[in-house]
């Protein structure tokens, strides 16, 4: 199998993984895939019990008021490898060297995120993740943009921070970290309206509900929302989108995903539901959700994945690939032994490009991991090194199958 490896992404993911254990800050989504690393080898075992040993450990702690999204992006991609994906394993008599430096390149990476971090906690995040400066000048970049109940439209990334809005009795805000928030105000209005924020290709967008409940919004997304919960908290959504549930058992939370509908009570989770996919999933980290169509109801365990297609037919896979899952809303993407055409349909959503086959689709498989933030022209190089011809022409990448 032809593998894309961005070495630096994966272990810029490792780095964070091992600061949210440190901080004892792990969610049960992190938690999984820190117990897949730990499990694929000796020698990652060791890297955990030399950083739980060593003098990181309480500087860590130290950093609790730290946004780690930021930590990430200090960590310099040139102490784990060159910038061009790796295509290929290294070669046996590589593999101790190789293994060892990864080691140190993570202790040094906290070391300096440490450093360059320990003065700067009062920071603004950038809520919605953008490419790098390489990518935005071949992207023509729009910003998430929120609509209001009677049809106008706010562009988010030129709004300044306070309120935006009043929606009836609820004032909608723009916090000083990016996010966009409700805050309920007379409890006697009895109107329910709506809004609706979407993101387009190549962003990402997080809000917070009316109720408390945390919504990643992925690229090429829609949410459509009550400005206030009122019997019911239901939500529609198109695109993708991952949820932190706050928690009312008396007002059971629904999300509306095509014919799929996802009914939650206080919970993680994932929902894919892009028109261009084979078929709506529901993915749950921790807690309880039951999926429902056509009245089948299946209820998931932590872990379950719930596959809904297009001619109606549902399934449930017990062990889904909660890692490949969720990779989107850690800043990268990951694959595992997919079809060409399912990468090419992550690129096209995030890099905002339409991507045509001459003589049809190449017969390939690829896994590994693409950080979010890398340019085209190395994913294009990625895939010409493996053996993809591929033209890029404007916005459409031409892929040959010769």
């Not at 086959?357 to 896994?367: A, S």
Request: hydrophobic letters at 40%.
């Amino acid at each position: 199998m032809l593998r894309i490896l961005t070495m630096d992404a994966r272990n810029e993911n490792i780095s964070l993984l091992l600061q949210q254990y440190l901080k004892g800050e792990l969610t049960e989504a992190q938690r999984l895939e820190l117990d897949e690393w730990l499990n694929a080898s000796e020698k990652n075992r060791a890297i955990l019990e030399a950083l739980s040993g060593n003098q990181l450990h309480a500087g860590l702690h130290e950093m609790a008021g730290i946004d780690t999204a930021q930590a990430r992006q200090k960590i310099p991609a040139s102490l784990f490898t060159d910038a061009v994906p790796q295509l290929v394993p290294p070669a046996q008599s590589r593999r101790m060297y190789t293994a060892w430096w990864a080691a140190a390149a993570v202790v040094l990476a906290l070391s300096v995120t440490i450093y360059q971090l320990a003065g700067n906690k009062q920071q603004n995040k950038p809520v919605a993740r953008q490419q790098d400066a390489d990518s935005k000048q071949s992207v023509q970049q729009k910003g998430p943009v929120l609509t209001l109940s009677d049809g106008s439209v706010i562009a988010l990334d030129n709004a300044g921070n306070g309120t935006l809005a009043q929606q009836g009795g609820t004032r909608v805000i723009k916090l000083a970290n990016g996010q966009l928030a409700y805050k309920a105000g007379s409890a006697s209005d009895t109107a329910t309206l709506f809004n609706t924020i979407a993101t387009p290709r190549g962003l990402q967008y997080q809000i917070v509900l009316p109720d408390g409940s945390k919504v990643w919004l992925n690229a090429a997304s829609s949410l459509k929302y009550p400005t206030a919960f009122k019997g019911t908290r239901e939500v529609t959504l198109t695109g993708e989108a991952y949820f932190e549930i706050a928690e009312n058992a008396a007002m059971p939370f629904r999300v509306n995903a095509g014919a799929m509908q996802v009914q939650v009570l206080g919970t993680g989770f994932n929902v894919m539901a892009y028109d261009n996919e084979a078929a709506v999933a529901a993915t749950l980290l921790e807690g309880k959700i039951a999926v429902n169509n056509n009245g089948e109801r299946r209820q998931l365990k932590p872990g379950e994945q719930a596959l809904l297609n297009k001619e109606g037919g549902m399934r449930v896979t017990q062990h889904a690939n909660v890692s490949q899952v969720v990779a989107w809303k850690n800043n990268y993407l990951q694959f595992d032994d997919n079809e060409l055409a399912y990468v090419m349909r992550q690129i096209e959503r995030w890099y905002d490009v339409q991507v045509r086959y001459e003589g049809g689709v190449p017969n390939r498989k690829f896994g590994g991991k693409i950080l979010l933030n890398s340019p085209l022209s190395d994913v294009l190089k990625a895939l010409e090194l493996s053996k993809v011809q591929c033209r890029l022409n404007n916005r459409t990448i031409t892929i040959s199958n010769n």
